[in-house]
């Protein structure tokens, strides 16, 4: 198809898929700089590794598959999916966890499927999962926030205990991490605690765990901003958010006492960051604003069964991939009406 | 005087850059040397030669007839002789050459004799079609569809509205705002003509909210001609509005239904600059020898509108119209959105060449470099079909057309909306021109190989029913021999034994007795009996023989 002559339009829109993943960066920022400020250097460390492996690693395959290099990794998404997937990471995870999750999601879950555009599920996901399923102690030992934590913790501290495993002059880990307040309710519930006992620790604030309740604010703030920019639609968002919602709305209703509010639910563990950043990824969602609202319906009530009822604590990450793999039945039934076609 | 008007679904914005070539009244380009008038200028058959190389032709004299029902006829666009009958190559996107009719012209520019039709309501619509189709009347929108079909709307509807296409959308374009400008009237009469070829019961000019100067014009001339059935209807700027379908759901609400007509609908759909020349065809009796050109983009000199003769070729054209900047350029026919390129100035101005764009960088910068799909709906969002082109462009680029035809292709109008937006810099419109094409190659070889499939059927059915009309042949016949045979053998028989017989006797020498001495009476006595008994015989045998005969 090597036309003779360009076809039209011979003009083009200011739009660039690079822009899109800078914005979609920028908007991270915020989140990050207040998830350092609460859960110490460990995050930055998270940011760095995963953004040179996820560079290194893409540029590696590319150069494999002799793909123009320096190109492909302008488009940026290669350092969006290492952003996302070092925020998902505790704030103090060896070099060597960070490492293999980036690798594994850039590597295998992006580009043995052919590169951005073609996989079909969210390789920050992919690289979450494998940990989680793999290293869950590692994954699970959760520094506490700031306020919480006994003692701090010097940059030096984090990167020695981040590259050897060596924290210095202290006793151990034990002292400064806790288990993450998704993880606490699950516990707690399953010990047959009320609710109201369980939230009158210290762990939870005044929407969901303290700390997190900001991290997660701010990126709602985030996600506001890449609506605003029209870098993603409100359909997933809104739908994923509201079916988390209701669902955890209804049960609350139901028996206050055993089911955690809808609050709580929309401001701990991944919710905030999958509504705006994971599920709006498009590449690997439904396509069509109809399916987009099913999309984001589904992966809210898949994560509230999750947390719910499930083995883990959060289940935002598995509730993206499982509607990944519905995404193209969903993209099959749900077309929109084609102009000058009869209604329905 | 405000309207309902509603929506159309996507769409953008687009800088119009419309401003740069209305800043001097039209000129009027100049005789060339030589015109190159396409035979086919339309969509539809090629017009048929009436003339032969070296005829003198006059101006507006018809040089070419239609061929067939949707075709139309090519005039002399001024006074020359004939040079060639000959291809050359002309404006079309695949860059090919086709026939076409060189004149050289005296530059006399010597008029035909016309015949004017100075009251167009003493016509009846079929006089009226047949008068514009003479004039080789073509959509001058862009399209080229032969204007007389789209105003006959036969006997099944009756035409509510009469649309005017004046939104002229595409940026750059001002070829239908200064036409309106500067001789609305000539859209006004035209239509007029047009509403009552079609008995529509009114008329609604369309023109976006980006020239006021042509909708103060239109509704100047309105008000001075005082006719009540036509409105000029101011439309928000948006591409793509000047889309046939786009303006009709923007004026009445209504949806084309896919793969329908507006005239499905109860509406036909005109260009404002169509109408004009079906007023100068009917009111004055010329048929379409010229037409207003944009020429504009940050390579031209003096960007303007020219009239234009059908045939001029575009190098003289830039030329005379203020030259052409030294910076680097590509020359396009129609707009940034929906034009193409052409590649050299060698070429003719046809009827549909509404405006040659001189793009420089500035006007169409090189675009960024192509990436992977991310499917983020950004074209789903700006398509005027309601489609996903996302899908469709995947399914395009995999070969596989029957899925991208279950998203409705074929609903596309190729307005470039998506390809404008595509954040990965797909040239998505390509992809779906290709695809429709294969499809449309695929449907023909489809319909190739059915009909020599039908065929081959027919010969093996035919074969089969000649071989068995052969063997019932034989039959009756083998039966009729067979018949015929019995009765030969007994004859046969018994004639041999007769001559066997004769035989014998001649051999043993045995003749009748008494025969050696006779008298003269008893030898002619003999000679009587034998004479009648051979008479006899010879009766017999011709009996026999029309015996035989009428069995046969």
């Not at chain 1, 926030?145 to 501290?157: T, V």
């Not at chain 1, 997660?216 to 890449?226: A, D, E, K, M, T």
């Not at chain 2, 649309?163 to 500067?182: H, K, Q, S, V, W």
């Not at chain 2, 054209?317 to 129609?334: D, F, I, K, S, Y």
Request: with cysteine.
């Amino acid at each position: 198809m090597s036309a003779v002559l360009p076809s039209s339009p011979h003009v083009h829109g200011p739009n660039a898929v690079s822009k899109v993943m800078h914005q979609v960066s920028l908007a991270l920022i915020p989140a990050l700089i207040a998830y350092t400020w609460l859960f110490g250097w460990g995050v930055v460390l998270n940011v760095l590794i995963a953004a040179t492996v996820a560079l290194a690693s893409e540029a590696l395959v590319l150069k494999l598959r002799d793909r123009p290099v320096m190109a492909t990794l302008a488009d940026g998404s290669a350092l969006v999916t290492a952003l996302l997937l070092a925020i998902a990471l505790p704030p103090l995870a060896p070099w060597w966890l960070t490492t293999l999750g980036v690798a594994f999601a850039i590597i295998l879950a992006k580009q043995l499927y052919g590169g951005l555009g073609y996989n079909p599920f969210n390789p920050a996901m992919i690289g979450y999962v494998v940990l989680l399923i793999s290293f869950p102690l590692e994954m699970t030992s959760w520094l506490a926030p700031g306020e919480l934590r006994e003692g701090a913790l010097s940059f030096a501290g984090a990167v020695s205990y981040v590259f050897t495993g060596n924290l210095p002059g202290m006793t151990g880990l034990d002292s400064l991490t806790m288990a993450t307040p998704l993880d606490t309710m699950k516990t707690q519930l399953g010990l047959e605690l009320t609710l109201n006992e369980i939230t009158a620790s210290s762990v939870f604030g005044e929407l969901g765990g303290t700390g997190w309740e900001v991290v997660n604010g701010l990126i709602l703030l985030g996600g506001l901003f890449l609506l605003f920019r029209r870098i993603i639609s409100w359909h997933v968002p809104v739908a994923m958010l509201s079916s988390l919602f209701l669902a955890s709305g209804l049960f609350h209703l139901i028996n206050p006492d055993h089911y955690a509010g809808p609050l709580f639910h929309l401001f701990s563990g991944g919710a905030m960051l999958g509504a705006f950043f994971i599920a709006t990824d498009p590449v690997s969602g439904a396509t069509s604003d109809k399916g987009r609202l099913w999309f984001g319906a589904g992966v809210g009530l898949l994560t509230f069964i999750i947390r719910t009822w499930g083995g883990y604590p959060d289940g935002v990450a598995f509730s993206v991939l499982l509607m990944n793999m519905a995404a193209p039945t969903i993209d099959y039934y749900t077309q929109p009406r084609v102009f000058g076609h009869k209604r329905g | 005087m405000s309207r309902k008007l509603w929506h159309f679904p996507g769409g953008l914005h687009l800088p119009d850059n419309k401003a740069m070539s209305t800043g001097r009244p039209s000129g009027q380009s100049a005789i060339p040397q030589r015109l190159i008038i396409p035979l086919q200028q339309h969509i539809g058959a090629p017009a048929k030669p009436l003339v032969a190389v070296g005829d003198r032709v006059l101006k507006g004299e018809m040089l070419a007839k239609p061929e067939g029902y949707v075709s139309a006829p090519v005039h002399a666009s001024s006074s020359g002789t004939v040079l060639a009958i000959e291809e050359h190559p002309v404006p079309h996107p695949s860059g090919l050459s086709a026939p076409c009719i060189i004149i050289e012209t005296d530059g006399e520019d010597r008029w035909a004799e016309l015949a004017p039709h100075p009251d167009y309501r003493q016509l009846d619509p079929s006089e009226l079609r047949n008068i514009i189709r003479d004039a080789g009347i073509v959509g001058l929108g862009g399209a080229g569809f032969p204007a007389f079909i789209k105003l006959n709307p036969g006997s099944r509807v009756a035409i509510d509205t009469l649309i005017l296409n004046g939104a002229e959308c595409e940026p750059y374009i001002t070829c239908d705002d200064m036409l309106m400008r500067e001789r609305a009237e000539e859209v006004i009469y035209g239509a007029r003509i047009m509403r009552h070829a079609l008995q529509a019961k009114q008329c609604l000019i369309g023109i976006e909210d980006n020239k006021p100067e042509a909708l103060a014009a239109i509704q100047d001339a309105l008000a001075h001609i005082d006719d009540k059935s036509i409105e000029a209807v101011q439309v928000p700027t948006r591409y793509p509005t000047g889309g046939e379908k786009q303006l009709i759901k923007i004026l009445t609400g209504k949806e084309v239904p896919s793969q329908g007509l507006p005239i499905d609908i109860g509406i036909v759909c005109h260009n404002v600059a169509t109408a004009a020349s079906v007023h100068r065809a009917v009111d004055l009796g010329e048929p379409l020898i010229s037409r207003l050109v944009t020429i504009t983009g940050h390579g031209a000199a003096e960007p303007q509108n020219v009239e234009v003769r059908i045939g001029t070729p575009i190098a003289g054209l830039l030329e005379q119209a203020g030259g052409v900047n030294t910076a680097p350029h590509r020359l396009l026919m129609g707009g940034p959105m929906m034009g193409f390129e052409l590649k050299n100035a060698e070429l003719p101005v046809i009827k549909t060449t509404n405006c040659l764009l001189l793009a420089s960088a500035e006007d169409s910068p090189e675009r960024g470099p192509g990436r992977a799909c991310i499917r983020c709906g950004a074209c789903a969002e700006v398509c005027p079909a309601l489609l996903l082109p996302q899908q469709i462009y995947w399914y395009a680029r995999a070969k596989d057309f029957d899925k991208a035809q279950d998203y409705n292709l074929f609903d596309c109008i190729e307005c470039g909306c998506c390809a404008y937006v595509c954040p990965s810099n797909l040239p998505l419109v390509q992809y779906y021109r290709f695809a429709k094409t294969e499809i449309w190659a695929q449907e023909r070889d489809k319909k190739a190989a059915d009909k020599a499939r039908e065929r081959h059927e027919f010969r093996v059915f035919r074969q089969d029913r000649e071989k068995e009309e052969r063997a019932a042949k034989h039959k009756a016949k083998a039966k009729a021999v067979k018949k015929n045979s019995d009765e030969d053998t007994k004859k046969a028989a018994i004639q041999a034994a007769m001559e066997r017989a004769k035989a014998k006797r001649e051999a043993a020498g045995i003749e009748p007795k008494n025969t050696e001495n006779l008298t003269e009476a008893q030898r002619q006595q003999i000679a009587e009996a034998e004479e009648r008994r051979q008479a006899m015989k010879d009766q017999n045998t011709s009996s026999t023989a029309k015996k035989e005969a009428n069995e046969e």
